[in-house]
């Protein structure tokens, strides 16, 4: 699944007439100000489960079951904003998106219940696979005005929040954005580590092809927020907090790690390609070791995100 706009080694367009989403970029064409109020409201849960999940879950776990259960459905609001005042309203939409988020949120509830000891269930996998599909194979992409997928993206990883933090109360995620100096000396080090194989490989593979385009400073950081908060977070929250943490519950270490990095690169198997493009998967399953590597140091998904940051980053401007 990628949470997408540039799984590790995915050139991106920077800035220049785009903005950042997760996915596809959002052109600036389409950015209105109700697209930037829906854009700023999908961000809050996000925001708040990155700095305060213990506080928001303890709250949530007050309230009556079926309240709890029921609350997500108020994510459809970004659609119903958006497909109103661009003229795209359908019911059939509407139903979705109000339904699948409480039924993420039903199905993780009954899996805290037969799973307390959060080995990982089938409702689990059904939910992550569901999301992954949806994702990746655009199955939600028409519900959209063109250019702004990304905030269905967006929307779903609200839904996954909610359900696995708050309601699974899933632990061991690292969904934390305090950043600690070891996230840097950690996703640095990966970065470091990854480079030389993915340059010496790629460039034997003929999927790299160096170029000179070095940004202005000023653009040059905006990009990286960019990838940082649209990109590289919600695909680590993906693979890393929620795969590769339920993974290594089932089958250890090493095994979830080799497991997460072949479904990463596994999502990349039509990017850049109308077939399956085997050189991109095979790229991004290494990168995807190397922010498994960076996350299960200290299961923190801001060290696996700044590796991935990093390498996107770079790639966008040199190859």
């Not at 992409?141 to 250019?147: Q, T, V």
């Not at 060290?303 to 401007?317: G, P, R």
Request: proline fraction near 5%; glycine fraction near 6%; charged fraction near 15%.
């Amino acid at each position: 699944m990628r949470f997408e706009g540039a799984p590790a080694l995915h050139r991106h367009d920077a800035l220049a007439g785009r903005l950042y989403c997760p996915d596809k970029m959002v052109r600036m064409s389409n950015v209105t100000p109700v697209v930037i109020a829906v854009l700023v409201a999908e961000l809050v849960p996000a925001a708040a489960f990155g700095f305060a999940a213990e506080r928001v879950a303890r709250a949530v776990g007050r309230w009556p079951l079926a309240v709890g259960v029921a609350l997500p459905a108020v994510l459809v609001v970004p659609y119903v904003v958006v497909a109103a005042t661009h003229h795209m309203f359908r019911w059939q939409w509407f139903a979705l998106y109000a339904a699948l988020p409480v039924v993420m949120a039903w199905l993780l509830a009954r899996a805290a219940v037969a799973d307390p000891e959060q080995r990982g269930n089938w409702r689990d996998a059904v939910i992550l696979l569901a999301l992954g599909l949806a994702v990746d194979l655009r199955w939600l992409d028409a519900a959209w005005p063109a250019g702004l997928r990304g905030l269905n993206n967006l929307l779903l990883v609200d839904a996954g929040l909610y359900g696995f933090l708050a309601i699974r109360r899933l632990s061991g995620t690292g969904f934390d954005f305090h950043l600690h100096w070891s996230d840097w000396k950690t996703g640095l080090r990966e970065l470091v580590f990854f480079a030389p194989a993915v340059l010496l490989l790629g460039l034997v593979l003929g999927f790299l092809h160096p170029h000179a385009n070095v940004p202005a400073v000023g653009r040059s950081a905006l990009t990286w927020v960019g990838i940082f908060v649209f990109v590289a977070v919600p695909e680590e929250l993906f693979f890393r907090a929620w795969v590769q943490n339920l993974l290594e519950r089932r089958v250890g270490r090493r095994a979830a790690l080799l497991i997460a990095s072949v479904l990463f690169g596994l999502s990349h198997f039509n990017k850049r390609s109308a077939h399956f493009n085997w050189r991109y998967v095979l790229l991004a399953t290494i990168a995807g070791v190397f922010y498994g590597r960076a996350w299960r140091e200290q299961r923190r998904v801001p060290a696996s995100a700044l590796t991935h940051t990093c390498v996107d980053w770079l790639w966008s401007w040199w190859f």
